[in-house]
């Protein structure tokens, strides 16, 4: 079955750090280009940082120096690594493929900020 799955949210005050993981299926996972993307609540979904096969990366701005993103390429697991974490960071958060057309969306994960 192709899949993402991911893990690893909860509440956090301000300034404090999480570690996201996404498990995906091989098919889907190997060689191609991975995203993070999270939904805040009322608007919409949108890519924060994506990592291609190899392990270039690039940001969104709002997240860029505090977020990272890394993939295991021998367990087909994806990474988000986010650190001064702000209230406005509160979303659930979803991995696919970058662009997200290979695969359905999970269910993702809460990430709840507190001021």
């Known amino acids: 079955q192709v899949r993402v799955m991911e893990s690893g949210g909860g509440l956090v005050q301000a300034g404090g750090s999480l570690r996201l993981s996404c498990e995906a299926s091989?098919?889907?996972?190997?060689?191609?280009?991975m995203g993070w993307y999270r939904q805040p609540p009322g608007e919409q979904r949108e890519l924060i940082a994506r990592?291609?096969?190899?392990?270039?990366?690039s940001y969104a701005e709002s997240v860029k120096g505090r977020f990272t993103i890394s993939r295991d390429n021998a367990k087909n697991i994806l990474y988000l690594d986010m650190t001064s974490l702000k209230p406005e960071d509160t979303a659930v958060y979803y991995c696919?493929?970058?662009?997200?057309?290979?695969?359905?969306w999970g269910q993702g994960t809460q990430v709840t900020v507190s001021a």
């Open positions: 091989r098919t889907i996972f190997s060689g191609s280009t």
């Open positions: 696919n493929t970058n662009p997200p057309n290979r695969v359905a």
């Open positions: 990592i291609i096969w190899r392990g270039d990366t």
